[in-house]
Every structure is written in C-alpha cells, then in structure tokens.
C-alpha cells in the first residue's frame, strides 16, 4: 500500500520526465546473427512504453568496427514504434569508445546501455523505467543475481577485481555491476560533462552520484555466436578500468614497497643476532640471489604500472578523439509510420 501511495504522488513528476524520453544505446561487436531477433524485442518493449507511460523510445546502435554483416542489418532495420540511429564507427575502437559514441549521440533524455548479445533481457527495460519514472532512481544499474555457472577462479577473480579497485576509489562501484544500466535525463547529462577520454563507465556511473539503485537479473543465454571475451581479453578490460578509475595499483606499489624494506629490515637484524649471538656464517650466494631477483621482480611491476598511469597521461594530453564516425542513420517511426499509407496508396 506504501508503495502505490508513492506512486500516486509522483504521477505528475513521472509524466514529465517521460516526456523526455528514452535512448536505448547498443554496442555491438560481430552480432550480425541475432540482432534482427533483438531488435524485434526493443520494438515490443517501446510500444508497451508507450502505450503504458507515453514515452518515446529510440534504439542508438553503434557498430564498433564489425567484421561481419553487422552495420548493414542495423541499417535495414524497420523504425516500427521506435527510432532508430545506426552509428558505424570507423574501425573497432573498444566498448568503452562505443558507449561514449552512443552517449553522445542520444537524443532524448535518459539514456540506457545494454549488450547487442541478447543476454541482456529486454524485457528488463521496463523495471528499469518503472524504477526511474516512479520512485525517481537516477541510475539504476543491474547485476547477475548469482554467478553459481561460472568457473571458480573467474568468480574469485571478479571479486578481487571490486575489491581492489574500490580500494583505491573515492567512491565504490557495486560488485557485479554490470554494463546494463538507465541513467535518468540529469545523470545521463552529468556523465557528458566528464572530459577524460580513458574512461570506465561503470565507474563513473557510479562516481556521479544522485540517487542510484539495483536491480538483480538473470542472464539469457547467448543464442547465436560466441563470447568475444577470452581470459587475455577480460584482464586487459580490467587493467584498463583499474588504471582509468582508481589509484589502487599505486597504492599497491607503495605497500609492497614498504612491506619488502620492513622484511629485509627485519631478515637483516636476524641476521646480526645469529652472527653477533651464536657465531654463525652470514648465508652468501643463494640469499643474495634470491633477493636480487625479489627486488628485480618488484621494481619492474612497479614500472609497469607507473608506465600504465603515464601512458593514460600521455593519452589524455594528446587529446585524440575516442572516435571516428564513418556512417550515421537515422530512422524515425513518424517517417516509417506515413510512408506505409503512402505506399498502400501507390499498390492501389
């Protein structure tokens, strides 16, 4: 009873925002098989909108450099009940590169990602809306309700992943927070502001702030194809969003720093006492070896990571674009909508 009492007040607020309406922003990456089956999803999810809540749906599909036949059926799609943009960029730039293209190239006002795969629901959209329209959620992002069909170094993996980069943030990502996400018309325009071009959209969703909530899904299979993500693939991914996100790395560095001075500190004093107390021999050859290479190791980790941090400066001094735009389409449902009475007209 709470629950539609709210609802009730904030009908009015929940008509205005509608009527910004909502850009549903898809990345895809060789997913020429099953995005037709897609699409037709998004359909039925915008009319169910807009019939429900009157709120006008546009689908922005960024073609991140396909190999296959993916940006000439994005751009033959029908613009039934929905808008339709079809952004093909101009070689493949990464997902991050692709969801910013797609960020900026919406045109209505909240903005929502999710993957070209399938294994995103569809039919989750409209919780999310419902979670934006009538309880006033800013970002409401989604997460794998259980990850039990998943390999056990990749789950222990995932959890040291938030663990470590929510060591080194100022503000917390959620874990299993995924890339299937609404942001509300004011957080939508509050991440356009961020100016740095090495981004981590999960993390900067989660950085803006405003009033953010989850939403637990069960994840569908993929139909068609198979996952572009391997292990190389997946830790790559994750040095990026440590390096772009958090500080947890150099912080890292610092520490085992710190840890190897106090062990050999201590290793050291030991090894006075045992000289200085029962007259043995300071151990030679084999103790200095091994701690040439410890020290070796850890001096080129810590290289490592500070060249990571360096090169991300670098690249934002260049000032590089993130992206080239080689083909823009756009549909309307309105222009589709008059052209079939039209054609009618000419088979009579």
């Known amino acids: 009873m709470q629950a539609k009492s709210r609802k009730g007040s904030n009908a009015d607020p929940a008509r205005q925002q509608a009527a910004a309406g909502l850009s549903i922003v898809v990345p895809l990456y060789n997913e020429a098989a099953g995005l037709a089956r897609l699409h037709e999803k998004l359909a039925e999810v915008a009319r169910g909108l807009q019939k429900r809540r009157g709120l006008r749906t546009e689908v922005v599909y960024v073609d991140d450099g396909s190999g296959d036949e993916t940006n000439r059926i994005a751009a033959e799609l029908p613009a039934d009940a929905i808008d339709i943009q079809v952004i093909s960029l101009s070689r493949n730039f990464g997902k991050e590169a692709a969801l910013l293209a797609g960020l900026e190239h919406a045109r209505l006002g909240a903005v929502l990602f999710m993957d070209g795969d399938g294994q995103h629901p569809p039919h989750l959209v409209e919780a999310l809306v419902e979670r934006w329209l009538d309880y006033g959620d800013d970002v409401i992002y989604t997460a794998k309700a259980h990850r039990a069909n998943e390999p056990m170094l990749r789950r222990a993996g995932v959890r040291s ?184 007209r000419a088979a009579e």
Do not use: C
């Open 161 to 344: 992943f938030y663990a470590l980069i929510n060591w080194g943030s100022h503000h917390p990502i959620p874990e299993d927070a995924g890339d299937f996400r609404l942001l509300s018309p004011r957080a939508a325009a509050a991440l356009r502001q961020l100016p740095e071009r090495n981004r981590f959209f999960k993390g900067l969703s989660s950085w803006i702030g405003f009033k953010q909530s989850r939403v637990d899904y069960e994840p569908a299979p993929r139909a068609f194809g198979a996952s572009t993500w391997n292990a190389r693939s997946l830790i790559g991914l994750s040095i990026e969003g440590l390096t772009s996100f958090s500080v947890a790395p150099l912080r890292f560095a610092s520490l085992l720093g710190v840890l190897l001075a106090v062990s050999a500190l201590l290793f050291g004093l030991w090894v006075v006492l045992e000289t200085v107390l029962f007259g043995k021999d300071v151990p030679g050859y084999p103790s200095l070896l091994v701690g040439i290479m410890v020290l070796g190791g850890v001096q080129l980790i810590v290289i490592g990571v500070l060249g990571e941090y360096i090169g991300k400066l670098l690249s934002e001094i260049k000032g590089r674009p993130v992206y080239f735009v080689a083909e823009h389409h756009v549909k309307t449902a309105s222009d589709t909508a008059k052209a079939k009475p039209a054609a009618s």
